[in-house]
């Protein structure tokens, strides 16, 4: 059994930084992407960023491109969000998650609140 446990969520100032964590647990995930979600109040879950299993391809969404940066560690079972100039509409619970090659996302973590203040 796969556990994808979060952590760095926290509360800061518009303008601001956090860095987010995702360890897994239970098996390798070194030939998995790993991913990173998130779910504002009222508002439904939507992708924010993913890295390949090497670690040397990222994608974003637009509304974060440029400000996050995604990363993982050789090993390939730690991945951490890097999220700088925050916006109030960052403001969400963030998710990890875990995806086989070619296959959709079938881990997640439990998340990690993010509130960023104006």
């Known amino acids: 059994q796969v556990q994808l446990v979060e952590s760095g969520g926290g509360l800061v100032q518009a303008g601001g930084s956090l860095r987010l964590s995702c360890a897994a647990s239970?098996?390798?995930?070194?030939?998995?992407?790993m991913g990173w979600f998130r779910q504002a109040p009222g508002k439904e879950r939507e992708f924010v960023g993913a890295?390949?299993?090497?670690?040397?391809?990222?994608y974003y969404a637009d509304s974060v491109k440029g400000r996050f940066t995604i990363s993982r560690d050789i090993a390939g079972n730690t991945v951490s969000l890097q999220m700088n100039s925050l916006k109030p509409e960052d403001t969400a619970v963030y998710y990890c998650?875990?995806?086989?090659?070619?296959?959709?996302?079938?881990?997640w973590g439990q998340g990690t609140q993010v509130i960023v203040s104006s």
């Open positions: 998650t875990a995806a086989p090659l070619g296959g959709k996302y079938e881990y």
């Open positions: 239970g098996r390798t995930l070194s030939r998995y992407v």
């Open positions: 890295v390949n299993w090497s670690g040397g391809r990222t």
